[in-house]
């Protein structure tokens, strides 16, 4: 009982440390991509090039994992590709946004990991951009368990970007992760995908990874 109390603890302790970075930020007239904590617009469009890299999103059902505004929809109806779409965020006023914007598509305010959050079905890609960008104090963990989900909620594409290690001007309230730790990670999982594919030399502070079950 003691540490599943902990545990709870925690997790709340997160959700306020993901709520003080984020709601100061959601105001009207703010650009999109400082609302969801990127240097500039192209930084912002670059990390979602690559995240769809070599991936075949026609006819597909996708799950954005902190999908925030909705910008990754955004960005693939821009591209005139037809999918079927549903976001998901913690956060109930960037779930208010996004609704605001498309109200044609499936957006939930809900945390992933929450014992009565179940999904009826699977999704063929699962993306997640920027969600680990926060220093949470225990992130590979967090990655950890995110990926057990996500192995769940996938059926053919798992795709997720993370800070370089390598990067200048690192700041301390943000995590950063390197190719070849996330690889190692990637071992605890074998036998659930085929390859793991890493892009990073879009932006000197970024990295891709795109799995293929």
């Known amino acids: 009982m003691k540490e599943n109390t902990l545990l709870k603890k925690t997790h709340a302790?997160?959700?306020r440390e993901i709520e003080n970075y984020y709601s100061p930020k959601i105001r009207d007239g703010v650009p999109d991509y400082q609302i969801l904590g990127w240097e500039n617009r192209q930084a912002h469009l670059s990390r979602f090039q690559t995240l769809l890299k070599k991936v075949d999103l026609s006819g597909k059902t996708i799950l954005d994992i902190?999908?925030?505004l909705g910008t990754l929809y955004d960005f693939i109806i821009e591209n005139k590709t037809d999918v079927k779409y549903t976001g998901v965020d913690i956060l109930e006023e960037m779930i208010k946004k996004a609704r605001e914007r498309h109200n044609d598509v499936e957006f939930s305010c809900l945390d992933i990991f929450d014992e009565k959050t179940v999904f009826n079905r699977k999704f063929d890609i699962v993306f997640a951009s920027g969600i680990y960008n926060l220093d949470l104090?225990?992130?590979m963990q967090f990655i950890k368990k995110t990926l057990e989900k996500f192995f769940i909620l996938a059926d053919k594409i798992i795709a997720f970007n993370l800070l370089?290690?390598?990067?200048?001007?690192?700041?301390d309230r943000y995590f950063y992760s390197s190719p070849s730790e996330i690889n190692k990670l990637l071992m605890d999982f074998e036998g659930k995908f085929q390859e793991a594919e890493f892009y990073h030399s879009y932006l000197?502070?970024?990295f891709t990874v795109i799995i293929r079950l």
């Open 66 to 68: 902190g999908c925030g």
């Open 164 to 171: 370089h290690m390598d990067s200048e001007n690192r700041e």
């Open 13 to 15: 302790d997160h959700y």
């Open 137 to 139: 104090g225990n992130n």
């Open 204 to 206: 000197k502070n970024d």
